[in-house]
C-alpha cells in the first residue's frame, strides 16, 4: 500500500485542494498472485466520528482511494448584494451568519445568510460604516468608524445604542465578548489616553481607560481573558480578566520597529492566542 499527499488549485493560486491518494494491491496465496475478481473495500479515516469510504479492486487486484480532506478543503467564493459594497466584519449566531460594512448611501450595511452562501441585505440602525461584529448574550453588537454601537437579537432587526454625542468612543478598532460583557476599544492614539468601553447588555454602555496613548488595534476573549493587541512594538499586548482593569502584559515585539509595527489582528484557539503583524 502506498500513500501520496496532493495539493492543486484551479489557476491564480486560487480555490486550494489537499488530500492524499492510498493505493495498493489484493493479492491471495501469502501476497504472491493478484486477486483478479473485483473485491468491495472500505476504508475508514477519522476517529470520534469517521467517515467510511467504499471502492472495488480492478480486474489485477488494484485499488485506489482519492480523499479530500475535510479541514483543509476546498474554499469557494460568494457574493453579497450590491446594497453593501464594502463588508468588513462577520459574526455567526442564532443560526445565521451577519455580516457588515458600508454601503455608501442609504442603511444597507448589513446582509445575512443561513448557509453563508445566499445573503440578503438588511438594514442598519444608522447608515454608517460598521466595522465589527460580535455575537454574545442572545444580541449580535456592532460598532462603527466613529464609536457608535448598534444592537439585535436576530440580525434583521437593529437598534441603535450609542451614536454622536452619546459615543463612549472617539473611534473603534474592535470588539470581543467573554465573561457576561461585550468589550470594545478605541484606536485614537494621537497622545491621549484610549478608552475600553464595555457593557453587560450591548446596549447601556460605561468606559475605562488604562492611560495607553497609541492606539489599540484589537481584540479578543479566550482563556478567561480579554487581550488587547496595539499599534506600539515596545507595549504591544494589555490584558483584562473582566474588561474594565487593564494590565500591561510586559512583552515587546522581538526586532523592536523593523521585526514588526503593529498587529492587525488576535484570535485565540487551541490553548493560545495568535496574532497577525507587519
Known amino acids: 500500500i502506498s500513500c501520496t499527499v496532493n495539493c492543486t488549485n484551479s489557476g491564480n493560486n486560487t480555490n486550494w485542494l489537499f488530500g492524499f491518494v492510498l493505493s495498493g494491491t489484493l493479492y491471495s496465496d501469502a501476497g504472491i498472485t493478484p486477486i483478479t475478481t473485483g473485491k468491495s473495500i472500505k476504508m475508514v479515516v477519522g476517529t470520534s466520528t469517521p467517515a467510511i469510504y467504499t471502492t472495488t479492486s480492478d480486474g489485477s487486484g488494484n485499488f485506489s482511494f482519492a480523499i479530500e480532506t475535510g479541514s483543509l478543503g476546498r474554499w469557494a467564493t460568494s457574493s453579497v448584494p450590491s446594497g453593501l459594497i464594502n463588508p468588513l466584519g462577520v459574526a455567526y449566531g442564532q443560526g445565521r451568519f451577519v455580516a457588515v460594512g458600508g454601503s455608501g448611501s442609504g442603511t444597507s450595511d448589513v446582509v445575512t445568510a443561513e448557509d453563508g452562501m445566499t445573503w440578503v441585505n438588511r438594514n442598519a440602525a444608522t447608515d454608517q460604516d460598521w466595522n465589527w461584529i460580535v455575537y454574545g448574550n442572545g444580541k449580535f453588537v456592532a460598532v462603527d468608524d466613529l464609536g457608535g454601537v448598534m444592537y439585535s437579537s436576530d ?18 478598532a474592535g470588539i470581543a465578548y467573554g465573561n457576561g460583557k461585550f468589550v470594545a476599544i478605541e484606536s485614537e492614539g494621537g497622545g491621549t489616553a484610549d478608552a475600553v468601553a464595555y457593557s453587560y447588555d450591548g446596549i447601556t454602555w460605561a468606559t475605562s481607560s488604562n492611560g495607553f496613548t497609541s492606539g489599540y488595534q484589537s481584540i479578543s476573549y479566550g482563556n478567561g481573558k480579554f487581550v488587547a493587541m496595539t499599534y506600539d512594538w515596545a507595549r504591544p499586548v494589555f490584558y483584562s480578566t473582566d474588561g474594565i482593569a487593564w494590565s500591561d502584559s510586559g512583552v515587546s515585539f522581538p526586532g523592536g520597529p523593523s521585526g514588526c509595527l503593529s498587529v ?14 507587519y
Open 264 to 277: 492587525y489582528g488576535v484570535v485565540y484557539g487551541n490553548g493560545r492566542f495568535v496574532g497577525l503583524c
Open 155 to 172: 440580525g434583521i432587526t437593529w437598534t441603535t445604542a450609542l451614536s454622536g454625542s452619546d459615543s463612549k468612543l472617539d473611534t473603534s
